[in-house]
């Protein structure tokens, strides 16, 4: 009955949300009156809009994209459609407060140099594993900028994260990163013990919690990040690695190489692999190399300058079947397909060895990964390249 229908006004004040805010939602498809008038234009909702009204109001608090505010208030229930939203919401802002933490830190290093620019800049000094680091530069180096006009792109980012040293090359059409454990030495922090004394309990305490807290980082030059992978096979089971100062020093199996980072700011990337994939496909790297290479392709235009490559197209339909197609072919209903750089994907797919291997795709515009299973984190993101309509 009309009579038990709230006006726009008393549903605002009872859910929290103003009144232009529940004609926006309105307009945008996410939460209609049960009753337009058709000679006012007054919206009239029904009792049980209340409860998404209110739900709604603290999504928006929460910062929920409006895509993903209308997928919760649609969501059938019992399914747990929703609460998935959420929680990846949830992940993000998690994700996103632990950057801002690091950049902190970052922000408070500069303060002190800027204040005190004659102090030593820190060392961070580390053992890695000689052959994880050499899988770790082999699943990144083809990945790796070559534009004259990027030099930041040109070379490996080695970015310390307290126990972890993670490897990163980008040359904007694609990204790989490669992850591997560090043991910190707590004692390199630019600082030396003069007086020969032993640490006290509370100092040795502190130090292993700066150790764990370390961060550093430094964009590794093309050759010399070459030239590190070529000293890792000396058969040595460590290397230690030495970052700061705008230095690069590797010392493995008797041999030692340095040399100076490049004195750029990497871009972050973090925030550009946190993807929402729509479907995880598990297949032999084997058998998606063959498929690529025998498959038709097309050419569009996606390389630097707006240059023609041969363009891939990988399909995976309503049942989770994936196909590998040309541009040309139509999908079936229900279908997602993202559509890539050929040679991109081929010189991907080594890095992930001869096993299995996931594919991830979210969408024709979201970008494809390339997962190695029991590695979370080592894989290869490939941009997509835009379909014509």
């Known amino acids: 009955m009309e009579s038990d229908l ?14 232009s805010a529940l004609r926006f939602y309105d307009g945008a498809d996410v939460l209609a009156p049960a009753r337009v008038d058709p000679q006012t234009g007054y919206r009239w909702y029904a009792p049980g809009q209340l409860a998404d009204a209110r739900l709604l109001a603290r999504l928006r608090r929460v910062g929920l994209p409006l895509a993903d505010i209308r997928a919760v208030l649609g969501a059938a229930p019992g399914t747990g459609a929703a609460r998935r939203v959420v929680d990846a919401h949830g992940r993000r802002l998690e994700d996103g407060l632990t950057d801002a933490r690091r950049e902190l830190s970052l922000i408070r290093r500069l303060i002190d140099q800027r204040e005190s620019p004659v102090a030593t800049a820190a060392e961070h000094r580390f053992t890695v594993p000689a052959r994880e680091l050499a899988d770790a530069l082999d699943a990144v180096r083809f990945a790796v900028g070559s534009d004259p006009g990027l030099p930041v792109l040109s070379g490996v980012l080695f970015d310390l994260d307290g126990g972890l040293l993670r490897l990163v090359a980008t040359d904007r059409y694609r990204m790989a990163l490669a992850e591997l454990p560090v043991t910190v030495d707590p004692e390199a922090d630019g600082s030396d013990r003069s007086d020969g004394s032993d640490r006290s309990a509370a100092d040795a305490s502190a130090a292993d919690a700066s150790a764990a807290d370390a961060s550093a980082a430094a964009i590794v030059p093309t050759a010399l990040a070459d030239a590190v992978r070529a000293l890792l096979g000396s058969g040595s089971e460590h290397a230690e690695l030495t970052l700061g100062a705008g230095a690069v020093r590797i010392e493995t199996g008797g041999h030692r190489i340095e040399g100076a980072a490049l004195d750029h700011d990497y871009p972050d990337y973090r925030a550009l692999v946190r993807l929402d994939p729509v479907h995880q496909v598990g297949l032999p790297a084997a058998e998606l190399r063959d498929a690529v290479r025998s498959a038709a ?20 339909d309503a049942d989770g079947r994936l196909t590998v197609d040309a541009p040309g072919v139509g999908p079936a209903a229900g279908a997602v397909r993202v559509a890539v750089n050929r040679d991109f994907l081929l010189e991907a797919l080594p890095a992930t060895g001869p096993g299995q291997l996931v594919l991830e795709l979210g969408g024709p515009v979201a970008p494809l990964a390339i997962r190695t299973p029991g590695r979370p984190g080592t894989y290869s993101i490939l941009m997509p390249v835009r379909l014509p309509a």
């Open 297 to 316: 392709t097309g050419s569009l235009p996606s390389g630097p300058q707006g240059t023609d490559c041969e363009v891939t197209v990988l399909t995976v």
């Open 6 to 19: 709230r006006s726009i006004g008393e549903l605002a004040r009872d859910s929290g949300l103003s009144v």
